[in-house]
């Protein structure tokens, strides 16, 4: 399967802990988002990066988050100091540059965070 | 800011016509409209997407009115595979790319 992958799944966490997520996208893509999807509603949007360079942030994105992509390809997503609120879908997805500026984004299957 | 407005649920009979209307009152001229659907645990998946004018594809068929403020996804033909949660998006640009505003979506269930 080419599609965007994330690992893990599923992640229980007490509060307080630090979690990270990782984030593999389609191989030839260059750019790479992340969204947050609390139950019941869409996703937001979090972060996107260009290569390895991260040049959007929300403003949901509080100083506890923090996302790299340290080579271009991969993408990690920390969350320290978890609180109950973090609780939620944390979703990837990636997109390329060579389709033009319509492209669409491909979506992974998401990481669950739970909270206690 | 969700930019979009849509029913909550809607339902249709299997086989038939599946319209799903989306207000965009706010949206400026340059904001692409999208459509994703998300089926449970999975990540949402691309539908089809329009500007100005009507769009067709292998999936559904996009409208979008005259003024830009609403548009009107339609599934031709539904099928049970089709029960999901869809999404109106309106596209925003920033550096070098463009993030997705997505709305609270319109759960779809598709009746035998």
């Known amino acids: 399967d080419t599609g965007v992958s994330q690992d893990p799944r599923h992640k229980i966490t007490k509060r307080g802990q630090n979690v990270t997520f990782r984030c593999d996208p389609i191989?030839?893509?260059?750019?790479l988002y992340w969204y947050r999807q609390t139950l019941g509603q869409g996703p937001e949007f979090l972060t996107y990066?260009?290569?390895?360079?991260?040049?959007?942030k929300s403003r949901l994105l509080s100083d506890r988050f923090s996302a790299e992509r340290p080579k271009g390809s991969f993408s990690t997503l920390e969350i320290q100091r978890t609180e109950q609120g973090d609780s939620a879908m944390y979703l990837c997805?990636?997109?390329?540059?060579?389709?033009?500026?319509?492209?669409?984004?491909?979506f992974g299957p998401g990481t669950r965070l739970t909270v206690l | 800011d969700a930019k979009t407005t849509q029913p909550p649920s809607m339902d249709c009979a299997e086989g038939r016509a599946a319209n799903l209307p989306c207000n965009h009152s706010t949206i400026s001229g340059n904001e692409y409209v999208y459509w994703y659907r998300q089926i449970h645990s999975q990540g949402p998946q691309y539908i089809i997407h329009g500007l100005k004018n009507n769009e067709t594809n292998e999936m559904a068929s996009l409208i979008i009115t005259e003024d830009r403020k609403s548009s009107t996804l339609i599934l031709p033909h539904a099928t049970l595979r089709d029960t999901a949660v869809y999404y109106c998006i309106v596209r925003v640009a920033m550096d070098s790319s463009y993030k997705l505003i997505f709305g609270s979506g319109t759960r779809l269930l598709v009746r035998p």
């Open positions: 997805a990636s997109s390329s540059h060579l389709a033009g500026v319509d492209n669409e984004q491909f």
């Open positions: 191989s030839e893509h260059n750019r």
């Open positions: 990066f260009q290569n390895e360079a991260q040049l959007e």
